[in-house]
């Protein structure tokens, strides 16, 4: 953990994310999760390939984290609010169990769908 506190691209994505966070409406912090959601997953899988555990770990508690905020900012009068809440929920889980049986074919899954979840929310944006 301390490795991450020193490690200037980390540093790095914090800032940014934090420039990014402030002032965000809700679609864009929206947007802004996903990305986290997408791009953990990808460093996780890369670390696991590097055989570097702990970047692997803090790449998971990322999209973990970034899952539940997205939980949390469901407006549950939305029609599709159901259909998120178990999306996250599933996708949390199989990362949770990523933690102590890395799989890669399951986060490749999940990585994919939130892409193309993604992509798809971009697209309806600039409609």
């Known amino acids: 953990m301390l490795h991450h506190r020193n490690d200037p691209s980390e540093a790095y994505r914090r800032v940014d994310f934090d420039a990014r966070v402030s002032g965000a409406n809700s679609g864009q912090l929206v947007d802004l ?43 549950m009068s939305n029609p599709t609010a159901k259909a998120l809440v178990q999306l996250y929920q599933s996708a949390r889980g199989a990362i949770l169990d990523c933690v102590t049986r890395f799989n890669p074919t399951t986060l490749k899954v999940i990585r994919q769908d939130f892409i193309e979840i993604r992509e798809a929310m971009l697209r309806s944006i600039a409609a």
Do not use: F, P, Y
């Open 33 to 75: 999760c996903l990305e986290q959601v997408i791009g953990s997953i990808g460093r996780a899988l890369h670390a696991q390939e590097r055989g570097d555990n702990s970047a692997k770990s803090a790449a998971l508690t990322r999209a973990i984290s970034a899952l539940t905020a997205l939980q949390m900012g469901i407006d």
